[in-house]
């Protein structure tokens, strides 16, 4: 079982980022899948997840209106289109996937699988 982000880097405040996200291995069986990210000197924060039929999606409120997740299940791939970047989005982004995923939170378990995270750095 192995999650593998890409697509972080460097980018101006305004600009924009999309991360992508490939699951590899898991079992069968429906699974959410999301984003959690790192500050440094800052707790994980879950900022958005997707159920597996793309119905359900959550968005923290520091990301919401300028962040999109989608996904495609024919290539177990996971998306993050992240718009009008902020200084504050600087961070370490991962892609987890079997998280618990609902319009209100999103909740990584001890099934939860996360990859090693991609860095997103938003320059002022």
């Known amino acids: 079982e192995q999650v593998v982000e890409s697509g972080g880097g460097l980018v101006q405040a305004g600009g924009s980022l999309r991360l992508s996200c490939t699951a590899s291995?898991?079992?069968?069986?429906?699974?959410?899948m999301g984003w959690f990210r790192q500050a440094p000197g800052k707790e994980r924060e879950g900022i958005s997840c997707?159920?597996?039929?793309?119905?359900?999606?959550y968005y923290a409120d520091s990301v919401k209106g300028r962040f999109t997740i989608s996904r495609e299940n024919s290539q177990n791939t996971l998306y993050l289109q992240m718009n009008s970047l902020k200084s504050e989005d600087t961070a370490m982004y991962y892609c987890?996937?079997?998280?618990?995923?609902?319009?209100?939170?999103?909740?990584?378990?001890?099934?939860?699988?996360w990859g090693q995270g991609t860095q997103v750095t938003v320059s002022s």
């Open positions: 987890v996937a079997r998280v618990g995923c609902a319009a209100f939170y999103v909740y990584a378990g001890p099934n939860t699988r």
């Open positions: 997707i159920n597996w039929s793309g119905e359900t999606t």
């Open positions: 291995g898991l079992s069968s069986g429906d699974y959410s």
